[in-house]
């Protein structure tokens, strides 16, 4: 992680937000003072796990910016030799989002289809005892 603290400094001075400013205000001092005596190097420790952690962050969300679009471009390429139209614009996945909302639609469905059920049970119960 010490290699990737370095990283993560010059991302923050790059795309600088207000947490960034402090986080490479805390890393120059803890520097400055970690410099002058080798116990203050303790200092050193949050800071470098902060900044590591943003190298890390932004390489992760690099990779998978780069597999997203693969994933679509590899998603149109098969929908086109399979025949059927290609979807622009879907996010890959849709077709999962597709199958759970059309299982929330079926199981809300027989939700209904038994409470309907239950009522007419009761509904003809009470008939037969007036009868």
Known sequence: ???MAPLGFAISVFTMTEQKSFML???LVAYHFSAKMNRLVLL???IAASLGGVAVANVLEWSVGQLATFWEIFDDD???SSGQ?????KPPGSKAKQAASSKEERHRENANNSHTHTN???QQAH???TA
């Open 1 to 3: 992680m010490c290699y």
């Open 25 to 27: 205000l805390y890393a």
């Open 44 to 46: 050193l420790g949050p």
């Open 78 to 80: 098969c929908e086109e």
């Open 85 to 89: 139209p290609a979807a622009k614009g």
């Open 120 to 122: 007419a049970n009761t």
């Open 127 to 129: 008939n037969q005892a």
